[in-house]
């Protein structure tokens, strides 16, 4: 018997209709252990459904396309026809490079000179408009064909690049030089810090435990020659105030805070269960169109 896979977490507005999908965006983030999507009415300029699957036993990106034959199973309208749909795919075999030095012919040297290789995928690029650099990076082939397979109008970009330019114009104007990002996944995060309202620094670190955690902070703080006593976080992503990582925020960071969500956008009230710094990046992927 085929393995069937549930929800996660499911929460759809009564305005929901299946009927509907070309009227709406579909908007997931994509990664070896998991998935989450959200649903947007344009016309109600609303979010009014959001959905999440986990893959624990899944162990290579080989099977990623058989997982969302899964999902598709128990929610059959995830591959219907969309008006737009952006698929944001995370891993960590990516590098940005300043627009001025970049050239398409050599997108594969920039890649290669920071992360291995990876077989079965293809070397892409997305460019941050807002923030005056390329996002380069390997996307799997078979993610690729079947996201393509369920949705043509598909458009693909690393989630780094929703994360950063989603922040660089939600925020234009509104931080100073104090003022760092940070988003939380389960086994890495990402620091955000941008000066004079352009991308400074951006970086993603893998750690085990909350101590090499916060090691990587406090390194990162340092070498952007800021204060942990006047540092102004911000945090978005996995992460709650029973979370062992941020009691170590609390323990070395004075100013810290929890990101709110895009005031552009209506929300479903049913969308109130979630924690509102949770799924950022993804609920402002739109953005980046």
């Given at each position: 018997m085929a393995l069937q896979i549930v929800p996660y977490f499911s929460y759809f507005d009564k305005s929901f209709r299946e009927s509907q999908t070309r009227n709406y965006t579909l908007s997931i983030q994509l990664w070896l252990k998991g998935l989450v999507f959200t649903i947007y009415n344009p016309e109600k300029n609303k979010f009014i459904g959001v959905e999440s699957y986990l893959f624990p036993d899944l162990k290579s990106i080989d099977q990623l396309p058989s997982y969302l034959g899964k999902v598709l199973n128990n929610r059959p309208s995830f591959a219907f026809p969309y008006k737009s749909v952006f698929l944001l795919y995370q891993n960590k075999y990516s590098t940005l490079i300043p627009q001025p030095l970049f050239s398409e012919e050599n997108k594969n040297l920039y890649l290669g000179f920071n992360q291995p290789f990876q077989e079965n995928s293809r070397i892409v690029f997305d460019t941050l408009k807002n923030n005056d650099a390329v996002n380069v990076y390997y996307l799997p082939n078979l993610v690729v064909e079947k996201a393509k397979d369920f949705w043509p109008n598909v458009n693909i970009l690393h989630f780094s690049t929703a994360l950063i330019d989603s922040l660089s114009i939600n925020f234009k104007n509104q931080v100073d030089q104090k003022t760092l990002f940070i988003n939380l996944r389960i086994d890495c995060f990402d620091i955000v810090y941008f000066k004079e309202n352009k991308l400074h620094y951006y970086?993603?670190?893998?750690?085990?435990?909350?101590?090499?955690?916060?090691?990587?902070?406090?390194?990162?703080?340092?070498?952007?020659?800021?204060?942990?006593?006047?540092?102004?976080?911000?945090?978005?992503?996995?992460?709650?105030?029973?979370?062992?990582?941020?009691?170590?925020?609390?323990?070395?960071?004075?100013?810290?805070?929890?990101?709110?969500?895009n005031d552009n956008y209506g929300y479903s009230f049913v969308l109130d269960e979630l924690r509102h710094h949770q799924y950022y990046t993804l609920f402002n992927a739109l953005q980046c169109e």
């Open positions: 970086n993603s670190f893998d750690f085990h435990t909350k101590e090499d955690f916060i090691y990587f902070l406090l390194i990162a703080i340092d070498q952007l020659m800021l204060n942990p006593e006047d540092v102004n976080v911000i945090l978005l992503g996995y992460i709650d105030k029973i979370d062992d990582r941020h009691r170590m925020i609390h323990q070395y960071i004075k100013n810290y805070s929890f990101i709110s969500r």
